[in-house]
Protein backbone atom coordinates (compact mmCIF):
# COMPACT_ATOMS: atom_id res chain seq x y z
CA UNK A 1 0.00 0.00 0.00
CA UNK A 2 2.77 2.32 1.23
CA UNK A 3 4.68 1.28 -2.59
CA UNK A 4 1.04 2.76 -4.64
CA UNK A 5 0.68 5.30 -2.67
CA UNK A 6 4.40 6.60 -3.34
CA UNK A 7 4.21 5.80 -6.86
CA UNK A 8 0.99 7.73 -6.90
CA UNK A 9 2.25 10.41 -5.31
CA UNK A 10 4.81 10.39 -8.25
CA UNK A 11 3.09 10.40 -10.94
CA UNK A 12 0.77 13.40 -9.34
CA UNK A 13 3.30 15.54 -8.89
CA UNK A 14 4.77 14.93 -12.23
CA UNK A 15 1.46 15.97 -13.83
CA UNK A 16 1.58 19.04 -12.24
CA UNK A 17 4.81 19.87 -13.01
CA UNK A 18 4.12 18.96 -16.45
CA UNK A 19 0.76 21.15 -17.00
CA UNK A 20 2.89 23.70 -15.39
CA UNK A 21 5.30 23.55 -18.49
CA UNK A 22 2.59 23.24 -21.09
CA UNK A 23 -0.06 25.53 -19.73
CA UNK A 24 -0.66 28.45 -22.03
CA UNK A 25 -3.59 30.80 -21.21
CA UNK A 26 -6.45 31.04 -23.54
CA UNK A 27 -6.63 33.91 -26.09
CA UNK A 28 -10.31 34.34 -24.19
CA UNK A 29 -9.32 34.10 -20.53
CA UNK A 30 -9.84 37.48 -19.77
CA UNK A 31 -6.18 36.62 -18.32
CA UNK A 32 -3.86 39.50 -16.36
CA UNK A 33 -0.50 39.79 -17.39
CA UNK A 34 2.40 41.29 -15.19
CA UNK A 35 5.33 42.32 -17.41
CA UNK A 36 8.21 39.49 -17.49
CA UNK A 37 11.72 41.19 -17.84
CA UNK A 38 15.28 40.72 -17.91
CA UNK A 39 15.68 38.83 -13.98
CA UNK A 40 12.06 37.97 -13.71
CA UNK A 41 11.58 33.91 -12.41
CA UNK A 42 9.20 31.74 -11.96
CA UNK A 43 6.08 28.97 -14.03
CA UNK A 44 5.03 32.79 -15.62
CA UNK A 45 8.95 32.59 -17.27
CA UNK A 46 8.75 29.41 -18.09
CA UNK A 47 5.30 29.52 -19.80
CA UNK A 48 6.61 32.12 -21.85
CA UNK A 49 10.13 30.07 -22.63
CA UNK A 50 7.82 27.18 -23.41
CA UNK A 51 5.56 29.00 -26.23
CA UNK A 52 8.42 30.73 -27.77
CA UNK A 53 9.94 28.02 -28.38
CA UNK A 54 7.21 26.38 -29.15
CA UNK A 55 6.32 28.92 -32.17
CA UNK A 56 10.73 28.91 -33.15
CA UNK A 57 11.95 31.93 -31.34
CA UNK A 58 14.62 30.02 -29.34
CA UNK A 59 14.79 31.45 -25.64
CA UNK A 60 18.17 29.62 -25.43
CA UNK A 61 16.53 26.82 -22.34
CA UNK A 62 13.56 26.64 -20.50
CA UNK A 63 14.29 27.17 -17.20
CA UNK A 64 12.39 29.68 -15.73
CA UNK A 65 14.74 32.05 -15.13
CA UNK A 66 14.29 35.61 -17.91
CA UNK A 67 18.03 35.62 -19.21
CA UNK A 68 19.64 37.20 -22.04
CA UNK A 69 18.81 34.13 -24.16
CA UNK A 70 14.81 34.84 -23.11
CA UNK A 71 15.23 38.63 -23.93
CA UNK A 72 16.57 38.17 -27.44
CA UNK A 73 13.94 35.71 -27.92
CA UNK A 74 10.98 38.28 -26.52
CA UNK A 75 12.67 41.15 -29.10
CA UNK A 76 12.87 38.63 -32.48
CA UNK A 77 9.24 37.84 -31.27
CA UNK A 78 8.26 41.34 -31.09
CA UNK A 79 10.26 42.67 -34.25
CA UNK A 80 8.59 40.01 -36.25
CA UNK A 81 5.41 40.96 -35.21
CA UNK A 82 5.30 44.58 -35.35
CA UNK A 83 5.53 45.51 -31.72
CA UNK A 84 7.88 47.25 -30.08
CA UNK A 85 11.12 45.34 -29.28
CA UNK A 86 12.08 46.52 -26.16
CA UNK A 87 12.95 42.78 -24.68
CA UNK A 88 9.95 42.94 -22.42
CA UNK A 89 7.12 40.48 -22.43
CA UNK A 90 4.18 42.94 -21.01
CA UNK A 91 0.07 42.39 -21.82
CA UNK A 92 0.22 43.31 -25.69
CA UNK A 93 3.23 40.95 -26.36
CA UNK A 94 2.13 37.91 -24.20
CA UNK A 95 -1.64 38.32 -25.61
CA UNK A 96 -0.30 37.92 -28.81
CA UNK A 97 1.97 35.45 -28.08
CA UNK A 98 -0.27 32.70 -26.54
CA UNK A 99 -3.42 33.90 -28.76
CA UNK A 100 -1.35 32.95 -31.36
CA UNK A 101 0.02 29.82 -30.35
CA UNK A 102 -3.48 28.72 -29.43
CA UNK A 103 -4.68 29.47 -32.84
CA UNK A 104 -6.83 32.50 -32.07
CA UNK A 105 -5.31 34.87 -33.82
CA UNK A 106 -4.40 36.24 -37.37
CA UNK A 107 -1.22 36.56 -36.65
CA UNK A 108 -0.09 33.89 -39.41
CA UNK A 109 0.20 30.10 -39.56
CA UNK A 110 2.19 27.95 -37.10
CA UNK A 111 3.92 31.73 -35.64
CA UNK A 112 5.70 32.26 -39.26
CA UNK A 113 6.79 35.45 -39.96
CA UNK A 114 8.38 34.32 -43.30
CA UNK A 115 5.48 35.35 -45.32
CA UNK A 116 6.67 38.67 -46.37
CA UNK A 117 10.03 40.32 -45.37
CA UNK A 118 9.71 42.33 -41.92
CA UNK A 119 13.60 42.91 -40.99
CA UNK A 120 17.20 42.47 -42.01
CA UNK A 121 18.74 39.00 -39.99
CA UNK A 122 22.21 39.15 -39.22
CA UNK A 123 24.00 37.33 -36.88
CA UNK A 124 22.46 35.91 -33.55
CA UNK A 125 18.61 36.14 -34.79
CA UNK A 126 16.05 33.76 -34.36
CA UNK A 127 12.70 33.22 -35.52
CA UNK A 128 10.47 31.32 -38.02
CA UNK A 129 12.05 33.87 -40.85
CA UNK A 130 15.27 32.58 -40.41
CA UNK A 131 13.52 28.84 -40.55
CA UNK A 132 12.50 30.08 -44.01
CA UNK A 133 15.81 31.15 -45.07
CA UNK A 134 17.57 28.21 -44.08
CA UNK A 135 15.33 26.16 -45.71
CA UNK A 136 14.73 27.81 -48.91
CA UNK A 137 18.85 28.24 -48.66
CA UNK A 138 18.76 24.46 -48.16
CA UNK A 139 16.52 23.68 -51.15
CA UNK A 140 19.26 25.69 -53.46
CA UNK A 141 21.95 23.93 -52.35
CA UNK A 142 23.63 26.18 -50.27
CA UNK A 143 23.29 25.61 -46.47
CA UNK A 144 23.83 22.40 -45.30
CA UNK A 145 23.22 22.66 -41.85
CA UNK A 146 20.36 22.18 -39.07
CA UNK A 147 17.09 24.30 -39.77
CA UNK A 148 16.98 25.34 -36.38
CA UNK A 149 16.15 29.02 -37.07
CA UNK A 150 18.79 30.30 -35.48
CA UNK A 151 20.89 32.61 -37.57
CA UNK A 152 24.78 31.62 -37.00
CA UNK A 153 27.92 31.91 -39.20
CA UNK A 154 26.55 28.59 -40.96
CA UNK A 155 23.64 30.53 -42.31
CA UNK A 156 25.85 33.77 -42.72
CA UNK A 157 28.18 31.77 -45.28
CA UNK A 158 25.26 30.45 -46.99
CA UNK A 159 23.88 33.49 -47.67
CA UNK A 160 27.14 35.09 -48.78
CA UNK A 161 27.56 32.12 -50.94
CA UNK A 162 24.32 32.91 -52.43
CA UNK A 163 24.92 36.53 -52.42
CA UNK A 164 27.96 36.11 -54.82
CA UNK A 165 26.73 33.58 -57.02
CA UNK A 166 23.39 36.67 -57.67
CA UNK A 167 26.27 39.24 -57.80
CA UNK A 168 24.67 40.98 -54.92
CA UNK A 169 26.60 42.63 -52.49
CA UNK A 170 28.62 39.41 -50.15
CA UNK A 171 27.60 40.76 -47.10
CA UNK A 172 25.59 38.07 -45.32
CA UNK A 173 22.55 39.77 -44.20
CA UNK A 174 19.37 39.18 -45.54
CA UNK A 175 18.11 42.38 -46.54
CA UNK A 176 15.21 42.88 -48.63
CA UNK A 177 17.32 42.90 -51.69
CA UNK A 178 18.84 39.41 -50.90
CA UNK A 179 14.93 38.09 -49.52
CA UNK A 180 13.60 38.78 -53.30
CA UNK A 181 16.65 37.07 -54.66
CA UNK A 182 16.36 34.20 -52.61
CA UNK A 183 12.50 33.26 -52.52
CA UNK A 184 12.22 34.64 -56.56
CA UNK A 185 11.36 32.45 -59.10
CA UNK A 186 14.52 32.71 -60.77
CA UNK A 187 16.87 31.61 -57.58
CA UNK A 188 20.17 30.44 -59.06
CA UNK A 189 20.95 27.04 -57.34
CA UNK A 190 24.27 26.52 -55.77
CA UNK A 191 25.83 24.50 -58.52
CA UNK A 192 24.49 26.26 -61.84
CA UNK A 193 27.04 28.70 -63.42
CA UNK A 194 26.74 31.75 -65.44
CA UNK A 195 24.41 33.67 -63.02
CA UNK A 196 27.01 35.78 -60.93
CA UNK A 197 26.26 39.24 -63.17
CA UNK A 198 23.74 40.73 -65.03
CA UNK A 199 23.31 39.66 -68.79
CA UNK A 200 21.35 41.69 -71.96
CA UNK A 201 18.46 38.88 -71.51
CA UNK A 202 18.15 40.17 -67.74
CA UNK A 203 18.17 36.56 -66.73
CA UNK A 204 20.20 37.16 -63.76
CA UNK A 205 19.97 39.58 -61.03
CA UNK A 206 21.92 42.74 -60.67
CA UNK A 207 20.55 44.40 -57.83
CA UNK A 208 23.96 45.37 -56.51
CA UNK A 209 23.78 48.57 -58.32
CA UNK A 210 22.09 49.37 -61.81
CA UNK A 211 24.73 48.01 -64.21
CA UNK A 212 22.19 48.11 -67.43
CA UNK A 213 19.18 50.01 -68.98
CA UNK A 214 15.75 48.03 -67.85
CA UNK A 215 13.42 47.49 -70.33
CA UNK A 216 10.15 45.07 -71.27
CA UNK A 217 11.16 41.32 -70.89
CA UNK A 218 14.10 41.79 -68.63
CA UNK A 219 13.97 39.88 -64.97
CA UNK A 220 16.06 39.75 -62.10
CA UNK A 221 16.60 41.40 -58.49
CA UNK A 222 17.16 45.04 -59.96
CA UNK A 223 13.25 44.71 -61.55
CA UNK A 224 12.36 43.72 -57.89
CA UNK A 225 13.95 46.70 -56.47
CA UNK A 226 12.53 48.99 -58.19
CA UNK A 227 9.31 47.59 -58.50
CA UNK A 228 9.19 47.55 -54.48
CA UNK A 229 10.23 51.34 -54.51
CA UNK A 230 7.77 52.07 -57.23
CA UNK A 231 5.50 50.37 -54.51
CA UNK A 232 6.43 52.41 -51.96
CA UNK A 233 5.64 55.25 -53.43
CA UNK A 234 2.59 54.34 -54.85
CA UNK A 235 2.78 53.71 -58.92
CA UNK A 236 2.87 50.15 -58.62
CA UNK A 237 0.11 47.74 -57.82
CA UNK A 238 1.17 44.93 -59.36
CA UNK A 239 3.22 41.63 -57.90
CA UNK A 240 6.29 42.51 -57.25
CA UNK A 241 8.02 39.37 -59.45
CA UNK A 242 11.34 40.72 -60.32
CA UNK A 243 9.63 40.86 -63.97
CA UNK A 244 9.88 44.20 -66.36
CA UNK A 245 6.42 44.35 -68.20
CA UNK A 246 3.09 46.05 -68.64
CA UNK A 247 2.35 46.97 -65.48
CA UNK A 248 6.44 48.03 -64.11
CA UNK A 249 6.85 50.33 -67.94
CA UNK A 250 3.71 52.12 -66.93
CA UNK A 251 4.36 52.41 -63.27
CA UNK A 252 8.40 54.04 -64.50
CA UNK A 253 6.70 55.92 -67.21
CA UNK A 254 4.08 57.84 -64.85
CA UNK A 255 7.08 58.46 -62.46
CA UNK A 256 8.92 60.31 -64.80
CA UNK A 257 6.21 62.46 -65.64
CA UNK A 258 5.69 62.98 -62.18
CA UNK A 259 9.84 64.03 -62.67
CA UNK A 260 9.81 65.72 -65.46
CA UNK A 261 11.96 63.04 -67.20
CA UNK A 262 12.05 61.63 -70.59
CA UNK A 263 8.51 59.15 -69.92
CA UNK A 264 10.04 56.31 -71.74
CA UNK A 265 9.44 53.73 -69.64
CA UNK A 266 13.45 52.72 -69.38
CA UNK A 267 14.80 52.35 -66.05
CA UNK A 268 18.62 53.97 -67.07
CA UNK A 269 20.60 55.69 -64.48
CA UNK A 270 18.77 59.16 -64.43
CA UNK A 271 15.68 57.46 -63.36
CA UNK A 272 17.03 55.22 -61.73
CA UNK A 273 18.79 58.10 -59.46
CA UNK A 274 15.74 60.32 -59.01
CA UNK A 275 13.83 56.65 -57.83
CA UNK A 276 16.01 56.53 -55.11
CA UNK A 277 17.04 59.98 -54.39
CA UNK A 278 15.80 61.70 -50.21
CA UNK A 279 12.88 63.89 -52.89
CA UNK A 280 11.71 61.48 -54.96
CA UNK A 281 7.89 61.80 -55.25
CA UNK A 282 4.67 59.76 -54.14
CA UNK A 283 2.33 59.43 -56.45
CA UNK A 284 -0.24 61.08 -54.88
CA UNK A 285 1.80 64.41 -54.42
CA UNK A 286 1.82 67.76 -56.87
CA UNK A 287 4.42 70.00 -57.47
CA UNK A 288 7.26 67.41 -58.26
CA UNK A 289 7.26 67.87 -62.00
CA UNK A 290 10.80 69.23 -62.20
CA UNK A 291 13.34 67.39 -63.51
CA UNK A 292 15.52 68.38 -60.41
CA UNK A 293 13.22 66.98 -57.80
CA UNK A 294 14.88 63.17 -58.43
CA UNK A 295 18.22 64.16 -59.92
CA UNK A 296 19.51 65.63 -56.76
CA UNK A 297 20.24 69.33 -58.63
CA UNK A 298 17.61 71.20 -56.96
CA UNK A 299 19.83 71.70 -54.01
CA UNK A 300 16.36 70.92 -51.83
CA UNK A 301 17.67 67.92 -50.31
CA UNK A 302 17.21 67.60 -46.28
CA UNK A 303 20.29 67.61 -44.49
CA UNK A 304 20.46 63.99 -42.89
CA UNK A 305 22.93 63.18 -39.77
CA UNK A 306 23.12 60.59 -36.62
CA UNK A 307 20.08 59.80 -35.39
CA UNK A 308 17.56 60.22 -38.29
CA UNK A 309 14.59 57.74 -39.04
CA UNK A 310 12.93 57.76 -41.82
CA UNK A 311 12.31 57.14 -45.62
CA UNK A 312 14.80 59.75 -46.99
CA UNK A 313 17.14 58.05 -44.77
CA UNK A 314 16.29 54.59 -45.98
CA UNK A 315 16.67 56.05 -49.65
CA UNK A 316 20.15 57.66 -48.62
CA UNK A 317 21.52 54.00 -47.99
CA UNK A 318 20.22 51.96 -50.98
CA UNK A 319 21.72 54.12 -52.93
CA UNK A 320 24.92 54.14 -50.73
CA UNK A 321 24.47 50.15 -51.21
CA UNK A 322 23.99 50.52 -54.53
CA UNK A 323 27.56 51.83 -55.16
CA UNK A 324 29.04 49.18 -52.30
CA UNK A 325 29.01 50.67 -49.65
CA UNK A 326 28.65 48.97 -46.39
CA UNK A 327 25.34 49.92 -45.07
CA UNK A 328 21.91 48.03 -44.01
CA UNK A 329 18.96 49.98 -45.59
CA UNK A 330 16.78 50.08 -42.31
CA UNK A 331 16.20 53.62 -42.64
CA UNK A 332 18.24 54.67 -38.81
CA UNK A 333 20.84 56.77 -39.92
CA UNK A 334 23.19 54.79 -36.93
CA UNK A 335 27.21 54.38 -36.88
CA UNK A 336 27.06 52.14 -40.00
CA UNK A 337 25.65 54.78 -41.94
CA UNK A 338 27.84 57.30 -40.49
CA UNK A 339 30.94 55.47 -41.89
CA UNK A 340 29.14 54.50 -45.10
CA UNK A 341 28.65 58.57 -46.06
CA UNK A 342 32.10 59.61 -44.27
CA UNK A 343 33.33 57.00 -46.94
CA UNK A 344 31.39 58.30 -49.87
CA UNK A 345 32.81 61.63 -49.16
CA UNK A 346 36.08 61.01 -49.12
CA UNK A 347 36.05 58.78 -52.04
CA UNK A 348 33.91 61.47 -53.70
CA UNK A 349 36.36 64.54 -52.86
CA UNK A 350 34.01 65.82 -50.27
CA UNK A 351 34.45 67.11 -47.03
CA UNK A 352 34.22 63.91 -45.03
CA UNK A 353 32.24 64.39 -41.97
CA UNK A 354 29.48 61.71 -42.30
CA UNK A 355 26.49 64.13 -42.84
CA UNK A 356 24.53 64.42 -45.43
CA UNK A 357 24.00 67.53 -46.80
CA UNK A 358 23.35 68.79 -50.32
CA UNK A 359 26.39 68.65 -51.75
CA UNK A 360 26.68 65.26 -50.49
CA UNK A 361 23.23 63.77 -51.69
CA UNK A 362 23.68 65.45 -54.86
CA UNK A 363 26.76 63.69 -55.53
CA UNK A 364 25.24 60.53 -54.87
CA UNK A 365 22.19 60.89 -56.72
CA UNK A 366 23.89 62.14 -59.76
CA UNK A 367 24.29 58.54 -61.49
CA UNK A 368 28.19 59.36 -61.45
CA UNK A 369 29.08 58.90 -57.97
CA UNK A 370 32.37 56.87 -57.13
CA UNK A 371 31.71 53.30 -56.32
CA UNK A 372 33.41 52.01 -53.58
CA UNK A 373 35.42 48.87 -54.03
CA UNK A 374 36.82 46.67 -51.16
CA UNK A 375 39.81 45.60 -53.07
CA UNK A 376 41.00 48.82 -54.01
CA UNK A 377 43.60 51.00 -52.25
CA UNK A 378 41.23 53.48 -51.07
CA UNK A 379 38.82 51.74 -49.02
CA UNK A 380 36.21 53.06 -47.20
CA UNK A 381 38.03 54.89 -45.25
CA UNK A 382 40.67 55.75 -47.78
CA UNK A 383 43.71 58.13 -46.36
CA UNK A 384 41.46 58.52 -43.02
CA UNK A 385 42.55 55.23 -41.62
CA UNK A 386 44.87 53.26 -43.29
CA UNK A 387 47.98 54.14 -40.85
CA UNK A 388 46.70 52.73 -38.46
CA UNK A 389 46.11 49.29 -39.41
CA UNK A 390 49.01 49.12 -41.91
CA UNK A 391 51.68 49.87 -39.41
CA UNK A 392 50.33 47.46 -36.97
CA UNK A 393 48.44 44.07 -37.71
CA UNK A 394 46.90 44.46 -40.45
CA UNK A 395 43.90 42.38 -39.87
CA UNK A 396 41.30 45.17 -40.66
CA UNK A 397 43.24 45.94 -44.28
CA UNK A 398 43.00 49.14 -44.92
CA UNK A 399 40.52 50.97 -42.87
CA UNK A 400 37.39 48.32 -44.06
CA UNK A 401 34.48 48.51 -42.09
CA UNK A 402 33.68 44.96 -40.80
CA UNK A 403 31.27 42.77 -42.40
CA UNK A 404 27.39 43.89 -40.98
CA UNK A 405 26.48 40.53 -40.55
CA UNK A 406 29.78 39.89 -38.07
CA UNK A 407 29.03 42.66 -35.53
CA UNK A 408 27.95 41.18 -32.48
CA UNK A 409 27.27 42.91 -28.67
CA UNK A 410 29.76 40.56 -26.57
CA UNK A 411 29.39 40.26 -22.54
CA UNK A 412 32.81 41.35 -21.17
CA UNK A 413 32.85 38.51 -18.26
CA UNK A 414 30.74 36.16 -20.00
CA UNK A 415 32.45 36.00 -23.61
CA UNK A 416 35.20 38.26 -23.99
CA UNK A 417 37.75 38.11 -21.00
CA UNK A 418 37.76 34.57 -20.87
CA UNK A 419 39.50 34.50 -24.33
CA UNK A 420 41.88 36.67 -24.20
CA UNK A 421 45.31 36.84 -22.87
CA UNK A 422 47.81 39.78 -22.25
CA UNK A 423 49.89 40.81 -24.66
CA UNK A 424 47.20 39.66 -27.35
CA UNK A 425 45.87 42.78 -30.29
CA UNK A 426 42.90 44.14 -30.84
CA UNK A 427 41.76 45.88 -33.84
CA UNK A 428 39.68 48.78 -33.49
CA UNK A 429 37.47 50.20 -36.19
CA UNK A 430 35.51 53.57 -35.36
CA UNK A 431 32.32 54.02 -37.63
CA UNK A 432 32.01 57.25 -36.82
CA UNK A 433 35.57 58.29 -39.08
CA UNK A 434 36.16 55.14 -41.04
CA UNK A 435 39.89 55.20 -39.25
CA UNK A 436 41.44 51.66 -37.52
CA UNK A 437 43.75 51.11 -35.28
CA UNK A 438 45.56 48.50 -33.75
CA UNK A 439 46.06 48.35 -29.79
CA UNK A 440 48.01 45.59 -27.33
CA UNK A 441 46.39 44.39 -23.89
CA UNK A 442 47.74 45.28 -20.79
CA UNK A 443 45.39 43.77 -18.47
CA UNK A 444 41.76 42.67 -17.82
CA UNK A 445 40.01 43.88 -15.07
CA UNK A 446 36.80 44.75 -15.65
CA UNK A 447 37.28 46.24 -18.82
CA UNK A 448 40.77 45.71 -20.91
CA UNK A 449 43.58 48.16 -20.46
CA UNK A 450 45.64 48.76 -23.22
CA UNK A 451 47.97 50.33 -25.45
CA UNK A 452 48.14 52.08 -28.82
CA UNK A 453 50.71 49.05 -30.52
CA UNK A 454 52.53 51.69 -32.69
CA UNK A 455 53.43 55.08 -33.35
CA UNK A 456 51.59 55.01 -36.23
CA UNK A 457 48.52 53.82 -34.02
CA UNK A 458 48.50 56.71 -31.91
CA UNK A 459 48.14 59.00 -34.74
CA UNK A 460 45.04 57.16 -36.04
CA UNK A 461 43.68 56.52 -32.67
CA UNK A 462 44.40 61.04 -32.09
CA UNK A 463 42.63 61.53 -35.61
CA UNK A 464 39.49 59.68 -34.65
CA UNK A 465 39.13 61.79 -31.55
CA UNK A 466 39.30 65.12 -33.51
CA UNK A 467 43.22 65.53 -32.50
CA UNK A 468 42.43 66.13 -28.68
CA UNK A 469 42.40 64.19 -25.63
CA UNK A 470 38.47 63.31 -25.06
CA UNK A 471 37.47 60.48 -22.60
CA UNK A 472 34.54 60.08 -24.77
CA UNK A 473 33.13 57.15 -24.49
CA UNK A 474 33.90 57.01 -28.28
CA UNK A 475 31.34 53.35 -29.73
CA UNK A 476 33.48 51.56 -31.65
CA UNK A 477 33.71 47.88 -33.44
CA UNK A 478 36.82 45.82 -31.97
CA UNK A 479 38.09 43.07 -33.56
CA UNK A 480 39.31 39.89 -31.26
CA UNK A 481 42.26 37.45 -31.31
CA UNK A 482 39.54 34.76 -32.58
CA UNK A 483 38.48 36.91 -35.25
CA UNK A 484 34.59 37.93 -33.71
CA UNK A 485 33.61 41.89 -33.99
CA UNK A 486 32.44 43.14 -31.29
CA UNK A 487 30.44 46.54 -30.53
CA UNK A 488 32.81 48.30 -27.47
CA UNK A 489 33.56 51.77 -26.37
CA UNK A 490 36.85 53.38 -25.76
CA UNK A 491 38.62 56.74 -25.21
CA UNK A 492 42.28 58.39 -25.88
CA UNK A 493 43.62 59.75 -22.57
CA UNK A 494 46.88 58.42 -21.19
CA UNK A 495 47.03 57.47 -17.60
CA UNK A 496 48.40 54.86 -15.46
CA UNK A 497 52.27 52.98 -17.06
CA UNK A 498 53.55 52.58 -20.03
CA UNK A 499 55.42 49.62 -21.69
CA UNK A 500 55.74 50.42 -25.47
CA UNK A 501 58.44 52.94 -25.17
CA UNK A 502 58.06 53.77 -28.97
CA UNK A 503 54.45 54.38 -29.18
CA UNK A 504 53.97 58.24 -28.84
CA UNK A 505 51.34 57.60 -26.03
CA UNK A 506 52.62 58.58 -22.15
CA UNK A 507 50.67 55.65 -20.42
CA UNK A 508 47.37 53.32 -21.10
CA UNK A 509 43.87 53.59 -22.18
CA UNK A 510 40.85 51.56 -21.98
CA UNK A 511 38.60 49.34 -23.95
CA UNK A 512 34.86 48.63 -22.41
CA UNK A 513 32.52 45.75 -23.36
CA UNK A 514 29.12 45.35 -22.62
CA UNK A 515 28.69 44.35 -18.73
CA UNK A 516 25.27 43.48 -16.58
CA UNK A 517 24.20 47.31 -15.45
CA UNK A 518 23.58 46.07 -12.19
CA UNK A 519 27.05 44.71 -11.87
CA UNK A 520 28.48 48.15 -13.32
CA UNK A 521 26.47 50.18 -11.15
CA UNK A 522 27.78 49.00 -8.34
CA UNK A 523 31.24 48.20 -9.35
CA UNK A 524 32.03 51.16 -11.64
CA UNK A 525 28.67 53.77 -11.09
CA UNK A 526 30.39 56.93 -12.95
CA UNK A 527 32.56 56.20 -16.10
CA UNK A 528 31.37 52.09 -16.16
CA UNK A 529 27.97 53.37 -16.28
CA UNK A 530 28.76 55.92 -18.91
CA UNK A 531 30.30 53.46 -21.37
CA UNK A 532 27.19 50.83 -20.52
CA UNK A 533 25.12 53.58 -21.82
CA UNK A 534 26.87 54.73 -24.68
CA UNK A 535 27.02 51.16 -25.69
CA UNK A 536 23.68 50.21 -25.38
CA UNK A 537 22.16 53.54 -27.76
CA UNK A 538 24.87 52.68 -30.14
CA UNK A 539 23.58 48.70 -29.82
CA UNK A 540 19.73 50.23 -30.29
CA UNK A 541 20.49 51.97 -33.03
CA UNK A 542 22.29 49.76 -35.26
CA UNK A 543 19.83 47.01 -34.71
CA UNK A 544 16.56 47.88 -33.07
CA UNK A 545 17.27 45.82 -30.00
CA UNK A 546 17.02 47.57 -26.46
CA UNK A 547 19.22 45.75 -23.64
CA UNK A 548 18.61 46.55 -20.13
Given at each position: ?????????????????????????????????????????????????????????????????????????????????????????????????????????????????????????????????????????????????????????????????????????????????????????????????????????????????????????????????????????????????????????????????????????????????????????????????????????????????????????????????????????????????????????????????????????????????????????????????????????????????????????????????????????????????????????????????????????????????????????????????????????????????QTIKDNNFNGQNCVHFLRDMEECQKNDPNYGVQNQNAIRKAWKNLTGVTVE
Amino acid sequence: MKAYWRAFTMRTAALVVLAAFLFVPGANAAQTYRTLEFGSRGTEVLSLQKALEALGFDPSGTDGKFGRGTQNAVTAYQQARGLEADGKAGKLTLTKLYSELNGTSGAGTSGSSSSGFTRTLRRGYIGSDVTAVQTRLRELGYYTGTVDGKYGSGSIAAVTAFQKKCGLKADGLVGQSTYAALFGGNAPAAGTSGSSSASSSGSASSSGGLTRTLRRGYIGTDVTTVQTRLKELGYYTGTVDGKYGSGSIAAVTAFQKKCGLKADGLVGQSTYAALFSGVAPAAGTSGGSSASAGTGTSGSFQKLRSGDTGTAVKNLQTALRNLGYNVTADGTYGPLTVAAVTAFQSLNGLTADGVAGTQTQTVLYSGSAKRYEASGSSGSSGSSGSSGTSASSGNLGTGVAPNGATIQLLHWFNEVKPTLSNGQRLTVYDPSTGISWTLRIMSRGNHADVEPLTAADTEAMFRAFGGEEDWGPKVVYVQLPDGRWSMASTHNVAHGSQTIKDNNFNGQNCVHFLRDMEECQKNDPNYGVQNQNAIRKAWKNLTGVTVE
